[in-house]
């Protein structure tokens, strides 16, 4: 759940056996997955509550030490498989389906060593959680599968529905925040992405990467970027420019399946003295009447 530089008290039961099975929270606050992550963290408190409260119904009612056995590992197995599905939430492409499986992995070996059954045959347990560890990398799989198709399909669909003669020109990015931006085709508004959907999200960090961090910076430029900015985190120099450029470049044609070049570099002349990238888009930058949506 969160961590101590996070908050340690935004999130209740923190400290609780089935939270802690997720591990520290892996976001900044200023992350879209942050919310989720804490999310995750209440309804981790709420099941760790209610099964302290049926142990202590099944306790007195089980007949049986072998019942009130079974009847504690379907308490940790259910727990355990709210809690992952919940999860499911932070994978959204293939490259996130190893730190879940992880997780999942993790998670089971704590469940196992806080349920008090670790002094009892745990084979019944080991199993049952072995079996929903593969159960739900699957669905991890599936659900990076259908996000890939997801975005094929949109990129297949893109040409079709605005016409095979689609131009850059034809494109407006409107920045409604440093983390959102909002797509115009033509005459068609699209409701704001954020850019993990676009396409520009580190793949360790889950942070905007620096690509995006670029088109930011274009965008404040109106379209223009003739020299490296100052207190600039995403290039030491002309040369880091140049390959952010080419990422945002090379993020923003698969996006579009646009082949035109969206960003060529303009060469000094007589009529340019300064030279450098142009977009051939229109991009604005975020307003402060701005907000998330």
Same mark, same amino acid.
């Given at each position: 759940?969160?961590? =101590?530089?996070?908050?340690?008290?935004?999130?209740?039961?923190?400290?609780?056996?089935?939270?802690?099975?997720?591990?520290?929270?892996?976001?900044?606050? =200023?992350?879209?997955?942050y919310?989720?992550?804490?999310?995750?963290?209440?309804?981790?408190?709420?099941?760790?509550?209610?099964?302290?409260?049926?142990?202590?119904?099944?306790?007195?009612?089980?007949?049986s030490?072998?019942?009130?056995?079974?009847?504690?590992?379907?308490?940790?197995?259910?727990?355990?498989?709210?809690?992952?599905?919940?999860?499911?939430?932070?994978?959204?492409?293939?490259?996130?389906?190893?730190?879940?499986?992880?997780?999942?992995?993790?998670?089971?070996?704590?469940?196992?060593?806080?349920?008090?059954?670790?002094?009892?045959?745990?084979?019944?347990?080991?199993?049952?959680?072995?079996?929903?560890?593969?159960?739900?990398t699957?669905?991890?799989?599936?659900?990076?599968?259908?996000?890939?198709?997801?975005?094929?399909?949109t990129?297949?669909?893109?040409?079709?529905?605005?016409g095979?003669?689609?131009?850059?020109?034809?494109?407006?990015?409107?920045?409604t925040?440093?983390?959102?931006?909002?797509?115009?085709?033509?005459?068609?508004?699209?409701?704001? +992405?954020?850019?993990?959907?676009?396409?520009?999200?580190?793949?360790?960090?889950?942070?905007?990467?620096?690509?995006?961090?670029?088109?930011?910076?274009?965008?404040?430029?109106?379209?223009?970027?003739?020299s490296?900015?100052?207190?600039?985190?995403?290039?030491?120099?002309?040369?880091?420019?140049? +390959?952010?450029?080419?990422?945002?470049?090379?993020?923003?044609?698969?996006?579009?399946?646009?082949?035109?070049?969206?960003?060529?570099?303009? +060469? +000094? =002349?007589?009529?340019?003295?300064a030279?450098?990238?142009?977009?051939?888009?229109?991009?604005?930058?975020?307003?402060?009447?701005?907000?998330?949506?």
């Amino acid at each position: 759940m969160p961590n =101590d530089s996070n908050s340690s008290s935004s999130s209740p039961g923190r400290d609780t056996i089935v939270v802690s099975m997720l591990g520290p929270c892996p976001f900044p606050k =200023d992350h879209p997955q942050y919310a989720n992550w804490l999310r995750l963290g209440r309804l981790g408190a709420e099941l760790q509550a209610r099964m302290n409260a049926r142990r202590l119904e099944r306790a007195a009612s089980a007949s049986s030490s072998e019942e009130m056995l079974r009847l504690l590992i379907e308490d940790a197995v259910e727990c355990f498989d709210l809690l992952v599905e919940a999860a499911l939430v932070s994978v959204e492409n293939y490259e996130d389906v190893e730190p879940y499986k992880q997780m999942l992995v993790e998670g089971s070996k704590r469940v196992i060593a806080s349920s008090r059954l670790e002094r009892t045959p745990t084979s019944t347990l080991r199993v049952r959680l072995v079996q929903r560890v593969e159960h739900w990398t699957a669905e991890a799989l599936k659900r990076a599968r259908q996000a890939e198709e997801e975005t094929q399909e949109t990129s297949d669909n893109l040409g079709s529905k605005q016409g095979t003669d689609l131009a850059w020109q034809d494109v407006r990015l409107r920045f409604t925040s440093e983390f959102q931006v909002q797509v115009t085709i033509r005459d068609r508004v699209e409701p704001p +992405k954020g850019y993990e959907e676009m396409g520009f999200a580190d793949r360790r960090t889950k942070k905007p990467n620096f690509a995006w961090q670029a088109l930011l910076e274009l965008a404040r430029q109106d379209g223009k970027l003739e020299s490296r900015p100052r207190s600039c985190g995403w290039a030491k120099d002309w040369a880091g420019v140049e +390959k952010r450029m080419e990422e945002a470049r090379k993020t923003l044609r698969e996006r579009f399946q646009i082949g035109a070049d969206p960003l060529p570099l303009v +060469k +000094k =002349d007589e009529t340019n003295a300064a030279g450098g990238y142009e977009a051939v888009f229109r991009i604005e930058p975020p307003s402060p009447l701005d907000v998330d949506l």
